[in-house]
């Protein structure tokens, strides 16, 4: 579907209809074309997100892709804090 800037601003709620019904909506501005509307792909929300951000400069990849560390609890001396609390 290919629309004007001025017709786009007039119908913009059957735009959006158009897009949520699978439609690509192509905005032109004197016949030459400025902007598509499209809808988001249902894929995997937040590794699209986190590729947009990479490619925004907003994030860098990891240097490794191992996962974090085990957690080892570390053992306290003195009062536990049980008992410090309670006083």
């Given at each position: 579907?290919?629309?004007?800037?001025?017709?786009?601003?007039?119908?913009?709620?059957?735009?959006?209809?158009?897009?949520?019904?699978?439609?690509?909506?192509?905005?032109?501005?004197?016949?030459?074309?400025?902007?598509?509307?499209?809808?988001?792909?249902?894929?995997?929300?937040?590794?699209?997100?986190?590729?947009?951000?990479?490619?925004?400069?907003?994030?860098?990849?990891?240097?490794?892709?191992?996962?974090?560390?085990?957690?080892?609890?570390?053992?306290?001396?003195g009062r536990?804090?049980?008992?410090?609390?309670?006083?």
């Amino acid at each position: 579907m290919q629309i004007g800037l001025r017709e786009a601003n007039q119908q913009f709620s059957r735009l959006v209809k158009a897009v949520r019904g699978g439609r690509e909506v192509l905005l032109t501005e004197r016949g030459r074309p400025l902007a598509v509307l499209r809808p988001i792909r249902n894929g995997d929300k937040a590794t699209a997100a986190i590729q947009r951000l990479e490619a925004a400069g907003f994030l860098r990849p990891a240097g490794k892709r191992a996962g974090l560390p085990t957690w080892k609890p570390r053992p306290v001396r003195g009062r536990p804090q049980s008992k410090t609390i309670r006083c």
